[in-house]
């Protein structure tokens, strides 16, 4: 769950990561309909408040004025647009909002602790079809013993609609034996599968594998280890990150990105009220 091995994991968030589960009930599941029916049902939410959605346009520069985040601009469809925003919230990474916001605009102390604090945890995820499921129950499966991977489910059994008819998905994760760079992934795809034909009695002949994905570097699975985050607030004023590279400790994967949005909301609220300039 937290991309990274056992070994690697601070205790204190280990800790802290399980007062924090103790919280709420331990249930895993699989968006209905799969993960762009979440983005869809909030963006009809926003829209109902009178927000406006851009897809497809690119991020080219957040403005920024003596030291203070004044708006961005960005590429439409069309031309390049500048918008001016009380508030710029960057979900890109500490390490991209950087880039967009330049970094003579940054003190020395953040650029330092940014580039030793992150530290992007690896990840292999395999999907594999076949014709009956391959992991008969709608629950995620943890192997303990295993070379490499570490989480398999087959959310077809819970959602159909994933796959087309007749069909099953199955998911399946393991993490590199230490989560620097640099990496053997064809070594480590090769432990991956050896997993899965030990554990998965019917995975070598009846499951076709339909994509094998390796995150990392600038596309990780997580964008920092848990314990290793940067603060939301960036030295610039009114610029802030969200996201799993600036998470409260004890939290992890998409929970923690929403805790870090909910944390930055509250923080913009309390600062800079309606109406105001």
């Known amino acids: 769950f937290m991309g990274i091995n056992a070994y690697e994991l601070p205790a204190g968030e280990f800790i802290r990561w399980l007062k924090i589960t103790r919280s709420y009930p331990a249930i895993y ?27 497809r346009c690119e991020t080219k520069q957040i403005l920024v004025t003596d030291e203070v985040a004044r708006g961005v601009v ?16 960057s979900n890109a990474g500490p390490q991209k909002t950087v880039e967009l916001a330049g970094s003579e605009n940054f003190d020395k102390g953040y650029l330092k602790q940014m580039k030793e604090s992150l ?48 069909k099953h998905l199955m998911v399946s994760y393991s993490t590199p034996a230490f989560n620097f760079p640099p990496y053997d992934f064809d070594q480590e795809i090769a432990w991956h599968l050896q997993d899965l034909k030990e ?28 314990g290793y985050d940067l603060p939301q607030k ?44």
């Open 29 to 55: 599941g699989h968006a209905p309909k799969g993960n762009l029916a979440l983005m869809e049902s909030l963006a009809k939410a926003m829209r109902a408040q009178g927000g406006e959605i851009w897809t």
């Open 74 to 89: 960005v590429q439409t469809d069309k031309d390049e647009m500048e918008i001016a925003s009380r508030v710029v919230i």
């Open 119 to 166: 530290r992007p945890a690896s990840s292999i995820m395999i999907h594999t079809v076949s014709d009956r499921p391959l992991l008969e129950h709608a629950d995620s499966l943890i192997l303990t013993e295993a070379r490499r991977v570490n989480w398999i489910a087959c959310p077809t059994e819970a959602c159909p609609e994933l796959a087309p008819p007749g």
């Open 199 to 226: 554990n998965i009695p019917r995975f070598g002949s009846e499951g076709d594998i339909l994509a094998v994905n390796c995150f990392h570097g600038e596309w990780p699975a997580f964008r920092t280890w848990l």
């Open 234 to 277: 960036t030295p610039i004023e009114n610029l802030y990150n969200v996201g799993d590279a600036v998470k409260p400790s004890g939290r992890t994967g998409l929970p923690a990105s929403v805790a870090s949005g909910r944390m930055v909301v509250e923080d913009v609220k309390s600062r800079i009220k309606p109406g105001e300039a």
